[in-house]
């Protein structure tokens, strides 16, 4: 198995290290180890996985006996006593190096959850018969509802045989029951028996006490009694119920985990037939042994009849400290293992805060990016609606200018004589028409600098102006009378005469700064 060991994962094909990489994952076993199981199973993981918590070793029985030139091992066979439990003799290492006996897993299932399947041949048989028995049982169904006191009789003639059933005749009448309730009926009935106890049972099934037993690297101590055995009780009060074993068993540094059963149960029943177990009262120390195979879980030590607490204790530990050599480099390597795990999930984690930081600086310039495009889009949009909102204001008003007639001359009786001191302090006088609209002195104002210049009153005259679709002018200013104050607006309408009379004078007051003002203070 050596060249297993030192296998090129590289060979392997891809389906192979595809199920290599799955069976290290669920059995956290080593790859020189899995490779060989691997091929025994001929790559099937599932196969692998079952015979991997079953205790099968790793390696080849066969290919990993001694070669022959190894010499043969000494006899082992000695009394062990408490004389020479302890002391560190060559017979005593030689005892340790003996052959261990594997520990199977024990899953059991209880008699009515198990089904069988008939052969084919049979099955197509009896088909007329069951045929025939359906068709029986619906017609005594028929029956029995037509006449409700037919099943009532017939059932107080076979009450006897049916409602007792065969296994609970044949067991003394203990119902089977799942793992964890076979469990708490034993603690039950021995508290019943014997009295409270400080005991630390494991409260569940025995595959349950074996796998934890093999993930935390402790010791399953068995004890399977029987009450038809006349050393039982006696067993139970003066050993198991001892306070020098109860002290041994709860000691933390023991590293004990108790599964205990009554062999009348089916899983305890089970459990004993796998470890081989001949006479009762019987105790097994079941381990982890890494010396045997990186999966197999053995027994270290079998204690079976009636024996004093101090000899029970000094077997125990004697069966601890033959481990406990192996046991040590085990959980120290998984503890270098789970180090390492710690520290591939430390930089994992590091890794994946730096990575989304740098997801969020990257989203927060993307989003900046994207928030100083919009605001350049937005300028863009805001200067083009400006300037043409310029071009547009400046051709209404010379279209507006070039519809303005002229001033009256002193031939026109019907007048309006009007003052306007404009913003920047210019004062200027003009005769309007009496009939003329208000809007006509708003346009003169609005169009006074057009119209004063020269050059302007000859633009307006040669050039032909079309007024800009789609635009509405808004006048930034209005009229307004000193003394008393009156605001003639332009929404009211009217001639100048009606709103001014024959004369007036008159203010021009801008209203655009006071909404310049008001933006600013919202900014």
Known sequence: MADDARVDIGQLTEDQQLALQQFTAVTDQDVKDAIPLL???????????????????????VAAAPSSNTPPPQDSRHQETLQNGFTNSPRSSTSSRRRIDPAPRIVPQLESQVTTQAPLLLTILFTPFNLLYSLLSRYFRFVGYLFPFVPRFWGRLTASNINTPASRRTTGGRRPLNPRDTAARFIRELEEAYGTNNLPFF??????????AKKDLKFLLVILVSPEHDETSSFIRET??????IDFIRSPENNVILWAGNVQDSEAYQVSAALNCTKFP????IVYTPQVSSSAMGVAT??????????????????????????????????EQQASRNIRQAQDSAYERSLAQDRERARKKRE??????REEKEALARSLAQELQARNQEQWRRWRASSIPVEPGNDVKDVVRISLRLPDGERVVRKFRADADIEELYAFVECYDILQSESGIRRVETEKVDEPKGFQHEYKFQLVSPMPREAYELKAGGSIKERIGRSGNLIVERTDLEEDGESDDDE
């Open 302 to 335: 079998r204690i079976t009849g009636l024996m004093p607490p101090d000899q029970f204790v000094s077997k125990l530990r004697q069966a601890m400290q033959s481990h406990a050599e192996p046991l040590s480099r085990v959980r120290a390597q998984r503890a």
């Open 203 to 212: 409260e569940n099934g025995y595959a349950q006490a074996f796998d934890l």
């Open 282 to 285: 019987f105790a097994g120390l």
């Open 39 to 61: 091929r025994r199973c001929q790559w099937n993981v599932h196969i692998a996985i079952a015979r991997f918590f079953d205790g099968e070793p790793a390696e080849d029985p």
């Open 240 to 245: 198991l119920l001892s306070r020098e074993v």
């Open 368 to 373: 900046e990016a994207e928030r100083q495009a």
